[in-house]
């Protein structure tokens, strides 16, 4: 544009005074000025643009990552449940023809084998509290009559509280000594119960034997070490 107004001002016409020329280059400088400043507010737009354009794709990628860590969390806290409500249905069936079979010389002689499913809670219930939680090495053996019969453990998350306790077999564990060892935060409530309900399952199915304290009101497991995975 300068150079369209100096074509402009340098013309081929009759020779003009000093003070005219002036007049002429300062409206084509005002003329540039103006053409200036009009492209730095328009780049200035453009520059604020981007800037919320870049600010709503952080705010875009957050919410895509707050979302995936919602469905990994949702899917790790419903997983036990699952794996808990599950494999029950399929259990008592095969449950059903492995348990008879072991359950046959206890029937002959019922006081010799108190790892039954029915006697697990009262044999648990009059073996450890004489003795104190580390000194019953010999607490998690169903007596002398024979080993506890086998237990098929198909879920996930039963698998891995197994395996954590396995390492100290002879140890009483609490919900709280497994749920450090599985990483479950206190703050996990909903974590906190899945790990107490499979606790209390694998209690039932008589993977672990139930340990009472006297005087203290919380309950620990101890493993039986009578498990199969499947």
């Known amino acids: 544009m300068a150079f369209q107004a100096t074509e402009q001002i340098i013309s081929d016409g009759p020779p003009e005074t000093a003070e005219e020329a002036v007049r002429k280059y300062d ?6 000025d103006a053409d200036i400043f009009n ?6 737009k453009k520059r604020e643009h981007r800037v919320r354009l ?14 995936e860590s919602a469905l990994k969390t949702a899917r790790e806290l419903l997983a036990p449940q699952q794996n808990a409500a599950h494999p029950p249905p399929a259990q008592p069936g095969r449950q059903l023809t492995i348990v008879p079979t072991d359950m046959q010389p206890p029937s ?8 039954a499913p029915e006697g697990d809670t009262s044999a648990d219930s009059h ?61 996990d409530i909903a974590a906190r119960r899945a790990l107490r309900e499979n606790l209390r399952n694998l209690a039932r199915r008589g993977a ?23």
């Open 39 to 44: 492209l730095e507010q328009l780049l200035l």
């Open 27 to 32: 409206v084509a400088l005002g003329e540039c």
């Open 127 to 187: 073996v450890p509290p004489p003795d104190e939680p580390g000194s019953g090495g010999t607490g998690s053996q169903p007596g002398a009559g024979g080993e506890p019969p086998e237990v098929i453990v198909r879920g996930a998350r039963m698998k891995q509280i197994l395996t954590v306790m396995a390492q100290r077999p002879d140890a009483d564990w609490g919900t709280g000594d497994v749920a450090a060892l599985l990483g479950v935060s206190e703050s």
């Open 208 to 230: 672990l034997e139930r340990v009472t304290v006297a005087g203290d009101f919380h309950t620990y497991y101890r493993p039986r070490m009578n498990w199969r995975f499947v």
């Open 54 to 67: 870049a600010s709503g794709r952080e705010e875009a990628c957050a919410a895509v990552a707050c979302q």
């Open 108 to 115: 002959a002689t019922p006081p010799a084998d108190p790892s």
